[in-house]
């Protein structure tokens, strides 16, 4: 299990059971051709609790109605996306949580980044980038 391919898979499915008990639509755009990289189980066990992160904090705050979940590729990157339609948050105003703090402090002991983007009213984006490991 220390694959791409199987760790999108797990979120995809871990994402569908949790917000089908939180009563939220879940849209998944996955990728069914996701390469075959390997993943150290650092990368695997930040990358996983970041997007567990996100998700709580979305059902949490945000309550959204609706979520999509994209993945993307790059050529030596990739992307796991979480788009909700919910309150949103002044971006200028991110508020200062640990979890926040932590999906950052994981994303950047992986050599990626967490990207976070919303609107009041307008819903939150949070992108999780990864770069292939060597």
Known sequence: HDKLDSLVAYCGKYAQDFFRIAGV?????????????????QMR????????????NSVRHARP????????????SFALTVH??????DPN??????????????LRE???????????GGGTIVELICKKQP
């Open 25 to 41: 639509q879940c849209r998944l755009d996955l990728d069914f051709n996701v390469p075959d990289w390997p993943l150290t189980s």
């Open 45 to 56: 066990h930040n990358l996983f609790l970041s997007f567990k992160e996100v998700l709580n």
């Open 65 to 76: 109605t609706a979520v999509r979940i994209s993945f993307t590729m790059g050529s030596d």
């Open 84 to 89: 909700d339609n919910g309150m949103g948050f």
């Open 93 to 106: 105003n991110i508020p200062r949580s640990n979890g926040l703090i932590n999906m950052r402090q994981r």
């Open 110 to 120: 992986i050599g990626g980044e967490c990207i976070i983007s919303s609107s009041v």
